[in-house]
């Protein structure tokens, strides 16, 4: 699927896609794959402050300043290409009878900190088991 994610930094909440996707199957392994260098995937709780909070330690732990070697891009731009260092590109999750095995407060999310791509592939496969 392709995700809109403008030309802004931030998060898009994956959880519905992937809930419809699994929705025909029983018990496996859904995997999320997003095929970018400086994408990445996170399951959090989303809506109550953790998506500015995850962005603002982002931006502590990966300063986006120009002492970066890989430079080409927005400021800042290489701190993303170290992204995979703290959000890997894939996640798996387990589904029981169709649905997702997540936690209450738990979303399949995709964080995008490069703001000069405007969409995003994802790639949902399924694992039945």
């Known amino acids: 699927m392709t995700i809109a994610t403008g030309q802004k930094r931030g998060l898009s909440d994956l959880t519905g896609a992937c809930a419809r996707f699994v929705a025909e199957h029983?018990?496996?392994?859904?995997?999320?794959?997003v095929p970018h260098?400086?994408?990445g995937l996170v399951i959090m709780e989303l809506g109550a402050g953790s998506e500015a909070d995850l962005m603002s330690a982002?931006?502590?732990i990966l300063p986006r300043h120009d002492g970066w070697h890989h430079?080409?891009?927005s400021p800042g731009h290489g701190a993303d290409h170290v992204?995979?260092?703290?959000?890997?590109?894939?996640?798996?999750?387990?589904?029981?009878a169709g649905r997702l095995a997540l936690g209450r407060w738990q979303s399949?999310?995709?964080?995008?900190p490069n703001p000069d791509n405007p969409?995003?592939?994802?790639r949902l496969s399924f694992l039945p088991g």
């Open 83 to 96: 992204l995979p260092l703290l959000a890997p590109p894939a996640v798996t999750v387990p589904v029981v």
């Open 37 to 39: 260098a400086t994408a």
């Open 71 to 73: 430079r080409h891009g």
């Open 26 to 33: 029983g018990d496996g392994l859904l995997h999320v794959f």
């Open 119 to 122: 969409s995003r592939t994802v």
């Open 108 to 112: 399949i999310v995709l964080l995008d």
């Open 58 to 60: 982002l931006d502590r």
